[in-house]
């Protein structure tokens, strides 16, 4: 072939190739196996995450990824969710399915028609994607102006993927369909059906349950997760969606295009208020309860909460007292070391476990303690320590990773204990049939807030995030459903608040970075959202946190 009519893969783990410009990934991909025996779903291309539909007009290096690696599963769940919604558009017209949260490793959807969920009705779904799958049918996809995607949309009776392209600063939407089902092109998918033979479905709730392949072994399904606490605050969380009559973003984008989003804001934010006062009043019925203790992942906003709580909790006639378990790490020469050697300082075990619990119990008895202080710099403790009791009119708040892990406070007994998990479980949802990421809200939090006050730039903080992902699958969410309550500390307007701050952190990143690919992905997923300006934010919001001037010292 000429020079002109070739380009030069650099293919991971296989060596260069050389094809015909115009040659798809997918093309490339069948010239060899990956000795997984798993099927490529979609490459990385110079640091860019790409489907394999995907044409190269320049020399490149490619990685092609299968499902062990996470931007493939992404694309795994996109696809699969595509094919969900199309069969339910084929056997129920007339049905609603929603999408909703994460359950493990699926995605709950809530189904209405004219009976309820069941199922004989799992099953005609189960065995329309089999046939669908069985297929092989191609995505296809095509780029349409702005007006020709909102007219396309309406017409085939989707008013509000209408909505949200209409308020999109886009001039041009690529739209993605397979058979009558159309969708915005929200990332990358497999080439085609044929490529999502793994998936369950099972009853949940007034719902259902799809499930993805397990990671650990991608050619069966993962099995569901029962939590039921969880459950139940983002059924609350559905509830509250309710009262302020925004679901999804195009819904919301409206409210800041007609500019009513200010009592919006107001009434979100006395949502969080009136639910910590709650959980401040069942402290308070509960008359033996003496330790409040709170966790939740990163940048779920826990600081902040401890701190509304405090102010509810002296309503209630009681007096607070934090006790920072900071203080309490062992000498540096006594840390754990994780697998690679270094200090792991979110192990359990890096806490001074006997002299926490003793001066816990001291304190329980009226007696007199003295804080230690670790000094950070040295990795010893340093000084005597601050003396403190406690009155009957007090109660100890700690705040922590390992809040909810009864090897933290094992000596106390559970009637003198009160556990809270807090995180940012998203209530918006992008459209029925596209969710919001838990996790991509967090992540995007942490961002904001490490540039702001831990000046680390976006590429620190997202090469960062896997690491703080693993300590919070070990630490905190194998303990959650043991919380007494849980608060949702996500609000459904701030994506529209970290978008102008976030967006040149990331645009900051360059080309070859490992985290361009991660970064190109929260740029289009924060395109969705119209901006607003921060002054909206009330000044005890939990958000200011992240974006600062808040009226709480940290």
Known sequence: MSQEESIKLIVTGIGTREIHRGTTLLEVAKSFEDKSGLPFLCAKVDNDIRGLDFKPEMDCTVEFL???????QECYRRSITFVIA???????????????????????????????VSDTILSY????????????????????????????????????????VQNLNSDTVEVISCWKYLDINFGPVVPSTGFLEVFELKQYGSGFVLLFPSPANPKIASEIKDQPKIFSVYRESKEWGKILEVTNVGRFNQK?????VSDFIKTAEALHEKKIALIADEISRRKTVRIALIAGPSSS?????SKRLCIQLRVNGLRPVALSLDNYFLDRAHTPRDEDGNYDFEDIHALDLELF??????????????????????????????????NQDQIVIIEGIHGLNDELTHSVPA??????????????????????????????????????YRSYNAHDTISRWPSVRRGEERNIFPFQEGADMVFNSALPYELSILKPVMEPLLM??????????????????????????PKEVPPTSILREFIGDSSFHY
Request: proline share 4%.
């Open 125 to 164: 779904i189960h065995e329309k994607m089999r046939t669908i799958i069985s297929k092989d049918e191609p995505f296809e996809k095509r780029q349409l102006t702005r007006a020709e995607a909102v007219a396309l949309f309406k017409k085939e009776g989707y008013p509000e993927k209408a909505r949200l």
């Open 66 to 72: 299968d499902y062990r690696h996470k931007a493939a």
């Open 301 to 305: 906003g826990k600081t902040t909460f």
């Open 256 to 260: 800041i295009q007609d500019g009513t």
């Open 357 to 390: 619990n003793h001066h816990l119990n001291e304190l329980l008895k009226g007696r007199e303690i003295h804080v230690p202080k670790f000094d950070f710099s040295t990795g010893q403790r340093k000084g005597e320590g601050t003396p403190l009791r406690i």
């Open 508 to 533: 900051d990143i360059q080309p070859d970075a490992a985290t361009y690919s991660e970064a190109r992905r929260l740029l289009r997923f924060l395109a969705l959202f119209k901006p607003l300006d």
């Open 415 to 452: 009637q003198y204990k009160f556990k809270i998990y807090i995180s940012a479980l998203t209530q918006l949802v992008i459209d029925d049939y596209n969710r919001i990421s838990t996790t991509d809200t967090r992540l995007i939090r942490r961002t904001v807030r490490d540039q702001k």
């Open 86 to 116: 199309r069969a339910v558009l084929e056997l129920y017209r007339n049905a609603r399915l929603v999408i909703g949260h994460s359950i493990g490793n699926g995605y709950y959807y809530d189904f209405s028609t004219d009976v309820p």
